[in-house]
């Protein structure tokens, strides 16, 4: 079992910067691909980023290139999301999430085993 505990998010003002952090306390952390998704209210849990279990591998969903960078360090068991020019748009509840290398796209929800409970992110414009 991975318990995901995520931090970081906040309330912050377009433009403005924000980095989530996603911690466990399991030693097989650097075993899984990590992925971010966030889900807007009264709209479904999307793909934001993911990165392999080396670090080497980054994917993001084409609407954040450029602006969310996907990073993981390993000996801290943490992956981070740093989100850099926020638009109102990217306000959500964002949830980070663990699954086996080897099984299936890191896009889709239903290839992760764990997640963690969700961080909130709100940005005014």
């Known amino acids: 079992q991975v318990q995901l505990v995520e931090s970081g998010g906040g309330l912050v003002q377009a433009g403005g910067s924000l980095r989530l952090s996603c911690g466990t306390s399991s030693s097989t952390f650097n075993s899984y691909s990590m992925g971010w998704f966030r889900q807007a209210a009264g709209k479904e849990r999307e793909f934001v980023a993911a990165?392999?279990?080396?670090?080497?591998?980054?994917y993001n969903v084409d609407s954040v290139k450029g602006r969310f960078t996907i990073s993981r360090d390993n000996a801290k068991n943490t992956v981070y999301l740093q989100m850099n020019s926020l638009k109102p748009e990217d306000t959500a509840l964002y949830y980070c999430a663990a699954k086996n290398p080897n099984e299936g796209s890191v896009s889709e929800i239903r290839h992760y085993k764990y997640w963690g409970q969700g961080t909130q992110v709100t940005v005014s414009s």
């Open positions: 990165i392999g279990w080396s670090g080497l591998s980054t």
